[in-house]
């Protein structure tokens, strides 16, 4: 053990990417349990199967990547990360109310597939997992572990120092002898576990390895790399049947990254069937999802088959999920649990349920529950893949070119000649703008600038340009300007700062924004001199006091101590405002 242990940690401070990082761990973790199996009374009638590892930090996926055990032995580790990021069939899923055991315990449990059942390996967790709900789980993981051969499962917390856990390592293995047994995990788990807590803050800190160009469709027709993570896990979560949750601000993208799902997933060749709950009443919803028959209600003068039967072999998009009523909340868990519902006003047989349901929400749905909005039932139900989709501020790089696409598709619905294009100066003031409103405010923007431009330019022209002067007045009809240049790079700043701290292995100390002050005094010192400095800045009465050249020290201090924590070299403007040694 102590072999593989230091090996291991050798082999994670070399690894530069996630992928390397993953590889490496569940490599480890695969050969331990394996030589555990060898030395178990199940010796030579089982095997170790592949790991999978499961990004989620704050309950979201974030990155998946499997090993299989044939791919072991692979000599390269960056050429077995590429092979299976490019087959996402081998990155395979484990139970839901396995990672919420693992959350609510906080620590490995164990599944015999056979009996369906979830172990706690904390002696001190196990007489809760009675009572928990996640101490079984359900038929269709049941199913989807025995389809792979997967008899025994051993799920470990990735836990960060201080203990968030913030992803999960899946073990599976094929023991038919062990089936209703005590398999090897209790035993073996301790160890494990030490690897998993080595391998946790590499595995959470390190980046995605660079990927080549990547693929667009006419479903989603600009990805940044921004979004190469989120893309990876979703090419996996389109192939499964399980629930996707899908959440995101509105108008980021969700209805247009579901039907993306749809396309590429094996039910694309049926139906995909929307449903925003925002524009349907309450006293509807019911009926908008199940059908109805002619005569159910006042104002049902005909049949309606309804968003189940009229997606039936498909997919189910339900956007809006929060606004559904408690009543046709609980119809809808009926409809996950059983596959069956009834319509409206049709008092004979039950009809099946075959769809994928893809659900989308804006609102946090885990308050909801705490509030009693929403079922937790139902919340545990549909929250199986959730993703987050950024808004578009976070995926500044897909603002040009989501802005060129929007441009041209508009000009191509109001004119068959010509060319539309958008001017170099234009498009780096729309990457430099901020966008509560995400594609959605920016394709209303395009759309109003490209009218303006086309008012001005003339109809006969065959080439239109949308400039700077265009975007800003079609910003303007929307009650206001663009965010002020120091705002903006305040804005960003703060993300920046919002960004590093979820990137980091420990907390970044919200005091060590303060450092602001000492970059700010130091770049207006190198400009104007010491003195006039305060004064441009409203302080001159430090310099009136004498007290200035103290002021600054302190400040360049704390803007040294924002570089020390990050492990960076203090920038020349800092050591040069502060006389040419760091203070």
Known sequence: MTEDISSLATALHAARHFEQAAFTTLRTLLRMAGQALEDSRFAGRGALLRGVVHLRPADTYSRLMALEREAMETPSPEEAALSLANEPQTALLASASAWRAVVEHGCAVSIDVGLGTLLPHQASARGLSKSFPGGSFTSESQQRLLSRQATHVCV??????GGRIEGMIALEASCMAALGQEFIWLGVGPRLQLAVDLAAPFLMGLPPRPGAML???????????????????LRVFAQQEETLLISGPTGAGKSRLARWCHERSPRQQRRFESLDLMMIPEELQMAELFGWRKGA?????RDNPGCLARAEGGTLFIDEI???SLKAQAGLLRVLEER???TLGDAGSEQRANVRFIIGTNANLLESVRKGTFREDLYYRINVLPVRLPPLDE????????SRYMLTRHHREKRSEGEARLAPEAERWLEQGSWPGNLRQLDNLIRRAYTLALVEQGSTTSELVL?????????????????????????QAARAFVREAQRRRAPLDIDLAESLRGFVLAEAVLQVGRDEAFRLLGRESLVKSRNHQKALKQELKKAEALCLELGQSVPPALVQAGGGEPS
């Open 156 to 161: 470990l917390p990735l836990r960060l120092p």
């Open 215 to 233: 693929e667009t469709d006419e479903y989603l027709p600009v990805v940044g790399s921004s979004m190469a993570s989120l893309m990876a896990v």
């Open 297 to 301: 209600f006042t104002g049902a003068v």
């Open 322 to 324: 929060d606004k559904l």
């Open 340 to 342: 069956a519902y009834r």
């Open 395 to 402: 995926r500044r790089d897909e603002i040009g070119p989501w």
């Open 467 to 491: 400039r700077e002067a265009h975007i800003r007045q079609a910003l303007a009809y929307e009650g206001g300007e663009k965010a002020s240049p120091l705002v903006e790079a305040l804005s």
